[in-house]
């Protein structure tokens, strides 16, 4: 599998310190309540999957980045989950999984969404539960990815970095862009980042196409109603 873009040993190790557990994570754990098998899809370094992990429940991370699953395979509490290298053709359709959660927009980096969509069907349950989230394409984030807006100094564990974001392509949707990542040896790791902006309309027809009913669309983590100035889409729907 690709290790586009989070194949940097260096940025994996920063990725949580830049990603805390936060709302998002709280939502997630409290739709896990009372399930038995959880699906994280597009885990990452597992920061969210570990904590999803209780007695009686499997729980299973996949994530198509081997540095990113190497990281999280390390890490404390890792051997009460199930990891898996691959994308959505990796998801076994079993048919029992109560949940699958994919956080961290992990969504908007998968180009065939509506292949990745019926794949999560497969594995859920019927009455399962598919829960993401999203950016909202209508509050156009992206104009705010400029090297004069994001430029930024910080102290780390990997030394003083230099950091930015720098707009490469934007069409129908699709929004490239690197974000550059200067160490103090002058190193510059730049990472390109591909993301899939799609409406609350077009997640709707992908869901409802792999066999989703039951989809609500709302703007937070608090049940939030959606409105055309929203940044956030949280999806949640039912096999």
């Given at each position: 599998?690709?290790?586009?873009?989070?194949?940097?040993?260096?940025?994996?190790?920063?990725?949580?310190?830049?990603?805390?557990?936060?709302?998002?994570?709280?939502?997630?754990?409290?739709?896990?309540?009372?399930?038995?098998?959880?699906?994280?899809?597009?885990?990452?370094?597992?920061?969210?999957?570990?904590?999803?992990a209780a007695p009686g429940r499997v729980v299973i991370g996949i994530?198509?980045?081997?540095?990113?699953?190497?990281?999280?395979?390390?890490?404390?509490?890792?051997?009460?989950?199930?990891?898996?290298?691959?994308?959505?053709?990796?998801?076994?359709?079993?048919?029992?999984?109560?949940?699958?959660?994919?956080?961290?927009?992990?969504?908007?980096?998968?180009?065939?969404?509506?292949?990745?969509?019926?794949?999560?069907?497969?594995?859920?349950?019927?009455?399962?539960?598919?829960?993401?989230?999203?950016?909202?394409?209508?509050?156009?984030?992206?104009?705010?990815?400029?090297?004069?807006?994001?430029?930024?100094?910080?102290?780390?564990?990997?030394?003083?970095?230099?950091?930015?974001?720098?707009?490469?392509?934007?069409?129908?949707?699709?929004?490239?862009?690197?974000?550059?990542?200067?160490?103090?040896?002058?190193?510059?790791?730049?990472?390109?980042?591909?993301?899939?902006?799609?409406?609350?309309?077009?997640?709707?027809?992908?869901?409802?196409?792999a066999g989703f009913s039951n989809i609500v669309i709302e703007a937070?983590?608090?049940g939030e109603p959606l409105t055309a100035e929203s940044r956030l889409?949280?999806?949640?729907?039912?096999?």
């Amino acid at each position: 599998m690709t290790d586009d873009p989070y194949g940097d040993e260096q940025l994996v190790h920063l990725y949580d310190l830049d990603n805390p557990p936060g709302e998002d994570h709280s939502y997630y754990r409290g739709l896990a309540d009372g399930t038995s098998k959880v699906l994280d899809f597009g885990c990452g370094t597992g920061l969210l999957t570990r904590s999803l992990a209780a007695p009686g429940r499997v729980v299973i991370g996949i994530d198509p980045s081997p540095t990113m699953l190497g990281y999280a395979r390390r890490q404390p509490g890792a051997d009460a989950v199930t990891w898996i290298d691959g994308d959505h053709r990796a998801v076994a359709p079993t048919g029992d999984v109560d949940l699958v959660v994919s956080s961290g927009n992990t969504m908007m980096h998968v180009a065939e969404h509506a292949a990745a969509c019926t794949a999560l069907a497969a594995a859920l349950r019927p009455g399962g539960t598919f829960a993401f989230e999203s950016r909202n394409p209508a509050a156009r984030a992206w104009e705010q990815w400029t090297s004069e807006a994001t430029y930024g100094e910080r102290d780390t564990v990997a030394g003083h970095l230099r950091e930015w974001l720098e707009l490469i392509e934007i069409a129908n949707g699709r929004v490239v862009f690197d974000a550059h990542n200067v160490f103090e040896d002058g190193h510059d790791a730049v990472y390109r980042n591909v993301l899939y902006f799609r409406s609350a309309e077009e997640i709707t027809e992908d869901l409802l196409a792999a066999g989703f009913s039951n989809i609500v669309i709302e703007a937070g983590w608090h049940g939030e109603p959606l409105t055309a100035e929203s940044r956030l889409l949280v999806v949640r729907a039912t096999k």
